[in-house]
């Protein structure tokens, strides 16, 4: 994917992933999510994420700091490529029992949108994001084995204040 497709303003945020944080249910071992998000990984054709059971998959990517997000990219194969896909925002430790709350965006992957063009998000839905969980419900073709072959995330950080970093001014 060249750079002019990343919009205006926005950065990859891959360098803001706490990667010892990132889970993935429902991932085949041998294709785990760090080939679909890990930089260098995600440009190597030849590497996916791959779901296991069943063509559903949950991924969890915490952040080390506050983000907002503006839009994404998930591509993968025409057919085994993902399509339904639910965004939420800051909620912990899901579930597939979960996946039925109201997700903070959700939309259909088109054919473009595979092939790398950027899903813009519901701005306002993402302003304070500390994590995203992507649900991916389902693939283009119906089938049980659904593939991701990149996840990028663009937006910008969010500057706060870190309480620790503040000191105590003493009474005179």
């Known amino acids: 994917m060249s ?6 303003g926005q950065v990859d945020l891959v ?3 706490d990667w010892s944080g990132v889970e993935c249910l429902n991932q085949i071992g041998k294709n785990p999510i760090a080939n679909a998000l890990k930089q260098g990984y995600r440009d190597d054709d030849g590497l996916h994420l ?18 907002k997000l503006h839009s994404a990219v998930i591509t993968g194969p025409e057919e085994e490529g993902p399509r339904t896909v639910k965004l939420f925002a800051n909620k912990e430790h899901m579930g597939f029992s979960n996946v039925n709350d109201p997700p903070s965006d959700s939309f259909n992957i088109s054919a473009d949108n595979l092939k790398g ?11 304070n994001v500390r994590s995203l ?3 991916i419900e389902d693939n283009q073709g119906g089938g049980d084995v659904t593939k991701l072959q990149k996840i990028s995330l663009y937006g910008t950080t969010v500057d706060t204040t870190n309480m620790k970093d503040l000191k ?4 005179h």
């Open 3 to 8: 750079s002019s497709v990343i919009p205006r």
């Open 168 to 171: 105590k001014i003493e009474d």
């Open 133 to 135: 969980t992507i649900f």
């Open 50 to 67: 791959e779901s296991d059971a069943d063509e559903q998959l949950l991924i969890y990517i915490p952040f080390t700091q506050v983000v």
């Open 117 to 127: 063009k950027p899903v813009t998000l519901k701005y306002v839905k993402f302003q």
């Open 15 to 17: 360098d803001f992933v």
